[in-house]
């Protein structure tokens, strides 16, 4: 399924990490190259992402397995940069792409998250007005790292800001937590400036936009997400790897249709 006709879209996958955190389970290979049912991750990822858009780019950073897995094929471009942060990279990939619409994931998270519905649902406000970012409902008490939503599904605070303050959040309806996915319009990100070497996707840009207000919620309800950044997590995505598998073929062809095709 393709959405958006007349419309840019471009999918993005965050893939520059080393995996450092993961060094202990001696696998010898960069977090997105990590298998899953034979295939890495990262591939999964970008079938899933092609279900529903023309084209992905990979950030791979300075991470060759990844340029070599890729090598040949017509719709995924790995890109090579220098160490600038998710923001940096998200940031550099949204100038030299004006009039485009982002879905930004990341390559070490896997979410049962109906792609089609989501990009729908963004589609309902003119982009110049808000970026879509993806939770996952907690019904914890608000947390480090927790997105705060209005009744209105206006995001009104990421507690990723370093900022602090009262928690729950004064006029916050619900909240829960990223599962890393974002679509945003590169015209909201033109005029948005750092200082530093390196930005946070996390901590400064998606901040930054909530701040202005351009940040709604689509509800994830309360299902699958797994962030692989951590050794007791990877394990624990391959002991459910039926249910990690359902989840990014749900709306797609599945393990078996996933295998991207190479370009002659």
Known sequence: MQVGEGRRWLGVILAGGQGTRLA???L??????????GRPLVEHIA????????KVVVLAGRNQP?????AGHDRIEPLAHDPAGTGGDVLALARSNPATTLVVCNADTVNDLDLAAVLAAH???SPSVGATLVVTRSAEAQYAGAIAVDQSGRVIRSFEDGQGGPRPQ??????????GVLVVDT???ADLSFSGDTVSLERQVIPALIERGQVFACDNGQRLCL???????YPHLINRAGAALAALGRHWDGVGGSHLERSE
């Open 24 to 26: 202990a389970l001696n």
């Open 28 to 37: 010898g290979l960069p977090k997105p190259m990590l298998p899953l049912a």
């Open 47 to 54: 079938g899933w992402l092609l279900r529903a858009l023309p």
């Open 66 to 70: 990844i340029f070599d897995h890729f």
């Open 123 to 125: 589609l309902t406000r």
């Open 170 to 179: 004064p006029g916050a309806a619900w909240q829960g937590s990223s599962t």
């Open 187 to 189: 015209a909201l990100l």
């Open 227 to 233: 962030d692989i950044g951590l050794p007791e997590t």
